[in-house]
């Protein structure tokens, strides 16, 4: 395997531009990817320098493949090549391992990546200027790989590691394995090894690529990758940022048949007219359909007025705020668009009796994968001594919500200035002593109600915690004695 550029390699390297076009013009055709550039100025002037940049991204083959990262990262790399860059895709078959993908078992993230690089050559990504680097393979016969993670490693603390466990797609940073700490470490060290001047990732893995950015300027690096981040597709159902592979019904996958995409369209979550804002199927048709496509078709029956096209967004948008199209057109143009997407990918997997077999593999794979996240997902066993805690603990929340409830109904009671200045005293002393006795002694010293007393005590909060650890075993000899020495008699209430 032809091993990576270095740094020093990729930074000295300069080639005459391409004379087909300027600097400027692949500029252009680069910004039509992303959500975020890190940073604009940085990305022309790579292209004034460098006649051919390194554009990298890396996936974990593990499960099937939705449609945002079939098509979409197709259409972005191509857009990348097109701009003169050669793009490297790093296979990270050791970094799904690092995430437990697959229950652990490399053979099958391996033959998972090989269906994912299928299903691209599918979909007409230009293979001539990309290359496929196995992480397996690489890390395994490159020593300095290594050096290089545990040099980033060594620059960063783990709480700002575990900042980046979302790259991971780990919402909980609280329960992660040493593995999966060190893997931010492993993605930055890829940046670096493979000399990739850009990084084309999604913005969920924007964290880590800022750590790459954060590390040049520890180690006072000249140069630094830049970020150029595309959105993310949001799920079907509504509040979903992003499609979800553990939710079947939140995405569409490549491998879906023509009646699963317009089952699932048709259950999406769609907001009447007008409102657009936070509907995915807007959402698929900005990012997705419309610059893959070009176009969207509304299919009608010739009674109805016949097919509409659309070239743009704003043209749909403004029929569906005058509410010129319905809810179930918008839908059914979008199943329509969504199928031939991922139509030549249906015709590829079926071309040739070895990616049948390929296919055939993925799917039982995948059905491996849902039948364990689903085993994960269960409850634990609970044995007796666990039983007894969780019936403890909820006998303490329920006493504590009747205490509650009882603090809630008691009077309000406002008491005089001289009976403050008694009870702070009564706190004070409190805070001060380890005596013992009840509250009631207390509050008869005050001659108010105990509900009462507690319920100014309740609004002192810098003294409350102390007080309820302690208050019912406070000892009435040491609250009498600082009265015994006041020369003034207790103030009653006169509520």
Request: proline share 7%; charged share 25%; net charge negative.
């Given at each position: 395997m032809e091993e990576p550029r270095s740094e020093t390699a990729q930074q000295e390297e300069t080639i005459p531009e391409t004379p087909s076009l300027t600097p400027e013009e692949r500029f252009r055709i680069v910004r039509q990817i992303g959500a975020e550039c890190l940073t604009d100025e940085e990305l022309l002037g790579l292209f004034q320098h460098k006649a051919r940049p390194i554009a990298y991204d890396g996936f974990e083959p593990s499960g099937r493949m939705h449609v945002a990262q079939a098509v979409l990262k197709a259409r972005n790399v191509n857009l990348l090549t097109e701009a003169g860059c050669e793009f490297?895709?790093?296979?990270?078959?050791?970094?799904?391992?690092?995430?437990?993908?697959?229950?652990?078992?490399?053979e099958k993230?391996?033959?998972?990546?090989?269906?994912?690089?299928?299903?691209?050559?599918?979909?007409g990504m230009d293979m001539g200027n990309v290359k496929f680097l196995w992480s397996s393979e690489v890390i395994s016969s490159n020593p300095s790989y290594l050096l290089l993670a545990i040099d980033i490693a060594r620059s960063f603390t783990v709480t700002r590691l575990k900042r980046c466990s979302r790259i991971m797609g780990r919402q909980d940073a609280t329960d992660l394995t040493g593995a999966?700490?060190?893997?931010?470490?492993?993605?930055?060290?890829?940046?670096?090894?493979?000399?990739?001047?850009?990084?084309?990732?999604?913005?969920?893995?924007?964290?880590?690529?800022?750590?790459?950015?954060?590390?040049?300027?520890?180690?006072?690096?000249?140069?630094?990758?830049?970020?150029?981040?595309?959105?993310?597709l949001a799920g079907l159902k509504q509040g979903q940022a992003k499609m979800s592979k553990s939710d079947p019904n939140s995405a569409i996958f490549v491998d879906d048949t023509e009646a699963d995409v317009r089952s699932k369209i048709n259950k999406?979550?769609?907001?009447?007219?007008?409102?657009?804002?936070?509907?995915?199927?807007?959402?698929?048709?900005?990012?997705?359909?419309?610059?893959?496509?070009?176009?969207?078709?509304?299919?009608?029956?010739?009674?109805?007025?016949?097919?509409?096209v659309y070239t743009s967004?704003?043209?749909?948008e403004a029929d569906w705020i005058a509410e010129q199209l319905h809810p179930?057109?918008?839908?059914?143009?979008?199943?329509?668009?969504?199928?031939r997407l991922i139509q030549p990918i249906r015709d590829h997997f079926i071309s040739t009796p070895e990616l049948r077999q390929l296919h055939q593999r993925v799917k039982q794979i995948a059905k491996e994968n849902a039948k364990r996240a689903q085993a994960s997902a269960a409850p634990a066993p609970v044995n007796d001594e666990q039983m007894r805690k969780q019936a403890e603990a909820k006998q303490a929340q329920q006493a504590r919500q009747r205490m509650a409830r009882?603090?809630?109904?008691?009077?309000?009671?406002?008491?005089?200035?001289?009976?403050?200045?008694?009870?702070d005293e009564y706190v004070a002393l409190f805070q001060r002593s380890g005596a013992r006795e009840r509250a009631a002694e207390i509050a008869r010293l005050c001659s108010v109600e105990p509900r009462q007393i507690y319920v100014y005590l309740n609004n002192h909060r810098d003294a409350l915690d102390e007080m309820v650890a302690h208050l019912s075993q406070l000892r009435l000899s040491e609250i009498q004695r600082v009265h015994d020495a006041r020369s003034q008699p207790i103030v009653t209430s006169t509520n």
């Open positions: 490297i895709f790093w296979v990270a078959d050791y970094f799904a391992l690092m995430n437990d993908k697959c229950g652990g078992n490399l993230i391996q033959v998972l990546g090989r269906y994912f690089i299928e299903v691209w050559k599918a979909l999966q700490i060190m893997y931010p470490c492993f993605q930055c060290a890829d940046i670096f090894f493979l000399g990739a001047d850009i990084c084309q990732l999604g913005i969920d893995q924007r964290k880590v690529n800022v750590l790459a950015r954060e590390y040049c300027t520890l180690k006072k690096k000249k140069f630094k990758p830049v970020i150029l981040s595309h959105s993310m999406a979550y769609c907001p009447p007219p007008p409102v657009v804002q936070d509907s995915p199927l807007f959402d698929w048709l900005k990012n997705l359909v419309l610059p893959v496509q070009h176009e969207f078709v509304v299919p009608r029956k010739p009674e109805d007025g016949g097919d509409i967004y704003e043209e749909v179930n057109d918008l839908k059914a143009g979008m199943a329509l668009a969504v199928n009882e603090r809630d109904r008691a009077p309000r009671w406002t008491p005089t200035a001289e009976q403050v200045e008694i009870i």
